[in-house]
């Protein structure tokens, strides 16, 4: 879907959904790499150009798309295991049985991730 289908889309932001993610972004964001999370604080939420991030980190702009997408890769990560989110009824302690089967899926990934190949 292109972006600007997105946006057009007539649905209204849940403002409880936002405010979990964001304040649940804000405290995974400091774990990663120092070098990961200033390049997709000032990208992704200060939207600042990343020819801009390169040039004030005397990098190449090459090297901030790496970054970038490494620290995405990462906080991904981090948010899938730590704000497991209910489709029902919300952020992170609801107890159905459907966020049940998102934390064992959840659990189930971590778990194969650790175990050796």
Not at 33 to 44: G, H, I, L, N, T
Request: hydrophobic share 30%; with cysteine; charged share 35%.
């Amino acid at each position: 879907m292109d972006q600007s289908d997105v946006e057009s889309l007539p649905i209204e932001p849940d403002r409880e959904t936002d405010e979990a993610v964001c304040n649940c972004l804000h405290k995974l964001l400091p774990t990663l790499k120092p070098e990961y999370a200033d390049v997709v604080w000032r990208s992704d939420i200060l939207g600042e150009p990343r020819d801009r991030i390169a040039a004030s980190l005397g990098t190449t702009l090459n090297n901030i798309a790496v970054r970038l997408h490494r620290g995405r890769q990462a906080l991904r990560k981090r948010l899938e295991e730590m704000c497991l989110t209910c489709p029902v009824h919300g952020f992170l302690d609801c107890r159905c049985d459907e966020a049940e089967r998102i934390r064992q899926r959840a659990r189930g990934r971590a778990d194969e991730t650790k175990s050796p190949p």
